[in-house]
């Protein structure tokens, strides 16, 4: 696996300033990798509501038939985030750089964290998954939403299962429009909804 777990906490740290995600969550993180194996299972969340925003939540909108995985593959869980999209000053210009966000369950819980990957790893089990966007819908004002496909994933927990992802309901995150000096960095706030999905019969 490319992604380390020390270097998903630097990615979590480098943000830690903006508020959007709290100390005690970077401790739980650094954790994770010596978490019980197979925990409880996450119960699907549609969204999430108690966590102060920085972007309004988008109301859910009926999905893309592009953005719908292969037959076979069925919703394993579905959670709120909450973070900021980082982008980086290149020649004149804003590239993206990486997501550092928060997934949240029930209960305004965190379960897991996104980084650059993209990837998805749970602070209970320390399960991993990586993708790559296949599809996308563009959205006015905000990112678009997508469909990736796991690439690698790690563990027997929460995402070790994982086939596909959507990307849902995002609000927020669109690079800045404004001209640039190179080497500035700009963190965007954005709030989306990220579905999970696994093969029926794996």
């Known amino acids: 696996m490319g992604i380390s777990l020390k270097a998903s906490v630097s990615s979590l740290r480098r943000v830690?300033?903006?508020?959007?995600?709290?100390?005690?969550?970077?401790?739980?993180?650094?954790?994770?990798?010596?978490?019980?194996?197979?925990?409880?299972?996450?119960?699907p969340h549609a969204g999430h509501r108690g966590v102060e925003a920085a972007v309004k939540p988008r109301p859910a909108t009926p999905v893309s038939a592009k953005l719908r995985p292969p037959a076979g593959n069925v919703p394993i869980g579905t959670f709120s985030a909450k973070g900021v999209q980082i982008y980086e000053c290149t020649g004149g210009t804003w590239e993206f750089v990486e997501p550092v966000a928060t997934l949240f369950g029930p209960?305004?819980?965190?379960?897991?964290?996104?980084?650059?990957?993209?990837?998805?790893?749970?602070?209970?089990?320390?399960?991993?998954?990586?993708?790559?966007?296949?599809?996308?819908?563009?959205?006015?004002?905000?990112?678009?939403?997508?469909?990736l496909e796991a690439t690698k994933t790690?563990?027997?927990?929460?995402?070790?299962?994982?086939?596909?992802?959507?990307?849902?309901?995002?609000?927020?995150?669109?690079?800045?429009?404004?001209?640039?000096?190179?080497?500035?960095?700009?963190?965007?706030?954005?709030?989306?909804?990220?579905?999970?999905f696994a093969a029926k019969n794996r």
């Open 16 to 43: 830690a300033a903006t508020g959007l995600l709290g100390t005690g969550l970077i401790a739980a993180f650094s954790g994770a990798a010596e978490a019980t194996p197979n925990p409880r299972p996450v119960p």
């Open 154 to 196: 790690r563990g027997n927990g929460l995402f070790g299962r994982v086939t596909y992802i959507q990307r849902l309901a995002t609000s927020g995150g669109a690079a800045p429009t404004r001209a640039c000096k190179d080497g500035e960095i700009k963190s965007v706030p954005y709030r989306a909804q990220y579905r999970f």
């Open 107 to 147: 209960g305004d819980r965190p379960v897991a964290v996104h980084f650059r990957g993209p990837s998805w790893q749970s602070i209970r089990d320390g399960s991993l998954v990586e993708g790559k966007a296949i599809a996308n819908v563009e959205v006015k004002g905000t990112i678009p939403h997508l469909l």
